[in-house]
């Protein structure tokens, strides 16, 4: 009898937990997700990773490693902590950070493909340390739009800096004195 209630309650719980999934939004495929995360931009791979870097760091993100040879930048913002109690474990701080990973490479000289994975990650910290407990990716389209919006405005901007001015590049060519007819 103890056994038959046991498998009962098990599988009650495995239900609850199977049916709580079938709530969460699907997945997207692997081509959706690269579709969605990833972009071509126009500009040199100096000037995407700079910009990239820059709007990480606008968008109040603390970059943790960067290497521009590898392509690979990883960022994660501030969020406030709440004050959280559990038992065996007392008094801790718990809080959802925003972490950013972003992989850059050279397509042709003048296009690059940046690629931005975006996650929201749970860290609990207590008596015992602190440490990342769960992680959920973003899957909102608009927050990768507006990301690569603000990639592709900073990248112009860089560009026209680095550009050549005008009288730079075509010098303007002395103006001849005029000549004044004195003959009346």
Not at 89 to 104: D, E, H, L, R, Y
Request: glycine share 6%; net charge positive.
């Amino acid at each position: 009898m103890k056994k038959t209630h046991l498998i009962g309650t098990a599988f009650a719980l495995a239900s609850i937990s199977v049916a709580a999934e079938a709530k969460k939004a699907p997945q997207p495929t692997a081509l959706e997700l690269q579709q969605l995360q990833g972009r071509d931009i126009e500009g040199t791979k100096d000037q995407v990773f700079g910009a990239v870097m820059s709007v990480l760091q606008d968008s109040g993100y603390r970059i943790q490693a960067a290497d521009k040879d590898t392509g690979l930048i990883t960022g994660v913002a501030s969020t406030k902590s709440k004050t959280t109690w559990a038992p065996f474990v007392g008094f801790g701080k718990s809080k959802k950070s925003p972490i950013a990973s972003v992989f850059i490479e050279a397509i042709s000289p003048t296009v690059t493909h940046v690629r931005i994975s975006f996650v929201m990650a749970k860290v609990k910290s207590s008596l015992y340390g602190s440490s990342p407990q769960d992680e959920e990716p973003i899957y909102e389209p608009s927050t990768y739009q507006a990301a690569f919006e603000q990639i592709n405005k900073t990248v112009f901007i860089r560009r026209g800096m680095n550009a050549p001015s005008a009288t730079a590049a075509s010098p303007i060519a002395p103006i001849a004195p005029a000549v004044i007819s004195t003959a009346k």
